[in-house]
């Protein structure tokens, strides 16, 4: 598997997916903030993994609607990402909001505003574990990582996951 590097850093993603026959990736960092957008047209499970994998590692894999299109579903497994969906399926202008323009298509806005409420969803968890990380001298991204993977800050910093009761 070939991970994408930035800086010489191992680089890890939010992506918003849109499927269909005409299809969208949006890749995010963990700041919120694009990274890249790809579009195809009939195209397969191959494709999608491969320009995710081009960009870097998903830990997140983001649907614009309430119930996830099952290439959402297959790409979390493939890559054992957390599967974003909204509480409700987004409408157009709350998609408009959040691709901010940034977007050639609609199946890129789509794919963008999916990305985009996956991070808002975890901004001030991630924010509060990146303040943590870097108090501590701790590789912020790796706290993130974990904190989306529901470890708590705390557990993210020190590198223990708590005994809890399920």
Known sequence: MQIAHFA??????????????T????????YGRPIRLFTGRYVGL???VDMIRDVGEPVIIASDKKKPDEIVKKLGAVFGAVV????????????????????ENLHERDA???AKA??????NKLKQ?????IEHGIETDKAMTLVIE???IHEAITGKKANRKK
């Open 129 to 133: 574990a990146s303040k943590k990380a």
């Open 8 to 21: 010489g850093e191992f680089i890890h993603i939010i992506v918003g997916i849109d499927g269909g026959k």
């Open 150 to 152: 529901r470890y708590s």
């Open 84 to 103: 974003f969906s909204p509480q409700e399926d987004l409408t157009v202008e709350k998609k408009e909001e959040l691709a901010n323009h940034a977007f």
């Open 46 to 48: 191959s494709w999608f």
């Open 23 to 30: 299809a969208a990736i949006a890749c995010i960092d963990l």
């Open 118 to 123: 996956a991070y808002n969803a975890y901004a």
């Open 112 to 114: 963008l505003a999916a």
